[in-house]
């Protein structure tokens, strides 16, 4: 039974860091084949927004907004996705959800969800 789970999430003032992790579990004997990973949040009352996207061959987009302080990575094995944020700010208080797409699902939608770690700006 494939999970994502997300960590690294807190409480953390304006203009300090925090970086979130997302790990494929429940995958014993065998790689999982994603062919994108990526991070979302979402406020309330607020739509879920993309945050940024890693594909199987390591390229990297992150919303334009964003992209002078978020930073999303992958480890060597791929069975771990990181968002690094800086300089945070109030608006920046959200859940933040990992996701994973594989199969047929590729280039559609993402299949896998994580459950969500909050981060909270003061």
């Known amino acids: 039974h494939v999970q994502l789970v997300e960590s690294g999430g807190g409480s953390v003032q304006t203009g300090g860091s925090l970086k979130l992790s997302c790990t494929i579990s429940?995958?014993?004997?065998?790689?999982?084949?994603?062919?994108?990973m990526a991070w979302y949040r979402q406020a309330p009352g607020k739509e879920r927004e993309g945050l940024a996207v890693?594909?199987?061959?390591?390229?990297?987009i992150v919303s334009d907004s964003l992209k002078d302080r978020f930073t999303i990575s992958q480890d060597g094995a791929k069975a771990t996705i990181r968002l690094q944020m800086n300089n945070l700010k109030p608006e920046d208080t959200a859940m933040y959800y990992c996701a994973a797409q594989n199969g047929v699902w590729c280039g559609k939608e993402y299949n896998y969800w994580g459950q969500g770690t909050q981060v909270t700006v003061s």
């Open positions: 890693i594909d199987s061959v390591g390229k990297r």
């Open positions: 429940g995958v014993s004997g065998h790689i999982f084949d994603t062919c994108g």
